[in-house]
């Protein structure tokens, strides 16, 4: 079990049982777990140095050649669900969270030491991908308006500390997107987030620092009455 530091900012609180208060949903059946104890063969896709810690949990350093954040992408087709997981600074890196549909980003939260936030990104480059490798392939194309700009839903100032634990909980049911980090709470809605979701990723955006993760679970959601 990790232990959870104060966070500074508004005199907030983080205890071992935050995850029971969650803002959107109750949860239902466990549909991933992922403990980071090897570099198995789901956790192969991705760009970025990753490294399995003591067998206990994994660490991302975003490498310049790659010109790309540093990423772990992982395969599950999904709706509404509860995301949650375990996250660590080392250096000025910091990690973020991407909920996808094939190439295309729907949805992220990013965790900066003084910031919080989630936002529904831009669609329109991936889709083009999208229809240009459906048209190689001789697969319907998906037609639609898609959003040209990132929207940032909601933010909240925090305050981080190197070497310590700390557990985010995200929550998706239909168009309201959530985050909570002990008692920091922010939330949003939007029309595009209702889309079908087939992968997630872990990031670590910054060169030449670690981001610590570990215990990843996903959660289907059962939205609160």
């Not at 067998?55 to 087709?77: E, N, P, V, W, Y």
């Not at 910031?115 to 990104?121: F, Q, R, T």
């Not at 040209?148 to 933010?155: A, E, P, Q, R, Y």
């Amino acid at each position: 079990m990790r232990l959870f530091l104060p966070l500074v900012v508004f005199a907030l609180t983080l205890n071992l049982h935050a995850d029971d208060a969650l803002v959107l949903a109750t949860k239902g059946e466990l549909l991933y777990e992922e403990n980071f104890e090897e570099l198995t063969k789901r956790l192969s896709v991705g760009a970025g140095d990753w490294q399995i810690v003591d067998g206990k949990s994994i660490k991302g350093m975003q490498m310049k050649k790659d010109g790309h954040t540093a990423f772990r992408k992982m395969f599950l087709d999904h709706q509404d669900v509860i995301y949650q997981f375990d996250f660590k600074f080392e250096g000025e890196a910091h990690p973020k969270f991407l909920i996808n549909y094939e190439l295309v980003h729907l949805a992220n939260c990013i965790i900066k030491r003084n910031e919080v936030s989630i936002s529904k990104l831009n669609e329109a480059g991936k889709r083009k991908q999208m229809e240009a490798l459906a048209k190689e392939q001789g697969k319907p194309i998906e037609k639609g308006d898609w959003q040209k700009m990132n929207v940032v839903l909601d933010k909240k100032a925090v305050s981080f500390e190197d070497d310590q634990w700390y557990t985010v909980t995200i929550e998706l049911v239909g168009d309201q997107l959530a985050a909570r980090i002990g008692d920091v709470v922010i939330r949003g809605q939007h029309a595009g987030l209702k889309e079908r979701k087939t992968n997630f990723g872990i990031q670590a955006d910054g060169l030449n620092e670690w981001v610590h993760f570990d215990n990843l679970r996903i959660w289907a959601a059962e939205p609160k009455q």
